[in-house]
């Protein structure tokens, strides 16, 4: 199975709700991502969780709030969002995370995510 | 952080051969040079990587400059599922957080 699962598919919010986007793999892949994308831009990155720990949040705002609760699922909680978060929010995993040997990205479909 | 920089896009006709350039001037020894696409309402998809070396695979061929300074992506006989947008990256060793560094993307349109 290399496969990785996104739910749900696509999300409406207000921003004064407070929702999840969840990601499950089962390669038993040590690495997990969270990426945004903006329509016609490239993924950009926002988190990794390497053996469940988080090893870089890329400055991102903290109404987004990540949990890898163990190694096959990570969570993004979200709160306050704004209308500008909207866009897909990508999920990915990888073997490891590390310089060490090459570690290709496995994808998921992706969140569409709209706040109102 | 080193940058990657690639045409907005290109198009092909079917059966024909593609070759998607992608400059890295900034590169640094230690960057592995990385080619996913996406395609329409999917995530990316790895489609191949190298490091110094020409590498081929059943996808595609990545033929590297000598100087490294530029890479291309060549599909040898391009299909209508091969429509999508080929992002060329760097994974940044530099700084040691070993992140994907994606370039801006060339959105390939293959013509029937």
């Known amino acids: 199975d290399t496969e990785v699962t996104q739910t749900p598919k696509h999300l409406v919010m207000g921003m004064t709700n407070k929702k999840s986007l969840k990601c499950e793999q089962h390669?038993?892949?040590?690495?997990m991502y969270w990426y945004k994308q903006k329509a016609k831009k490239p993924p950009e990155l926002m988190f990794v969780?390497?053996?469940?720990?988080?090893?870089i949040n890329e400055s991102v705002p903290s109404r987004f709030s990540p949990e890898c609760p163990n190694s096959s699922l990570l969570n993004l909680h979200l709160h306050a969002l704004q209308p500008e978060d909207s866009a897909l929010y990508l999920c990915?995993?990888?073997?490891?995370?590390?310089?060490?040997?090459?570690?290709?990205?496995?994808f998921g479909p992706g969140t569409r995510l709209t706040v109102l | 952080d080193a940058k990657t920089t690639q045409p907005n896009s290109m198009e092909s006709n079917e059966e024909e051969p593609v070759h998607l350039p992608c400059n890295h001037s900034?590169?640094?020894?230690?960057?592995?040079i990385h080619w996913y696409r996406q395609l329409p309402s999917q995530g990316p998809e790895y489609v191949i990587h190298?490091?110094?070396s020409n590498v081929n695979n059943r996808m595609a061929s990545l033929a590297i400059a000598e100087d490294r300074k530029s890479s291309t992506l060549i599909l040898h006989r391009a299909t209508l599922r091969d429509a999508a947008v080929y992002y060329c990256?760097?994974?940044?060793?530099?700084?040691?957080?070993?992140?994907?560094?994606f370039g801006t993307g060339t959105r390939l349109k293959v013509l029937a």
């Open positions: 390669m038993g892949h040590r690495a």
């Open positions: 190298g490091l110094t």
């Open positions: 969780y390497s053996y469940e720990k988080l090893s």
């Open positions: 900034t590169i640094s020894g230690t960057d592995y």
């Open positions: 990915a995993s990888s073997q490891e995370h590390s310089g060490d040997a090459y570690n290709e990205q496995f």
């Open positions: 990256i760097l994974r940044d060793g530099t700084s040691g957080t070993y992140k994907y560094i």
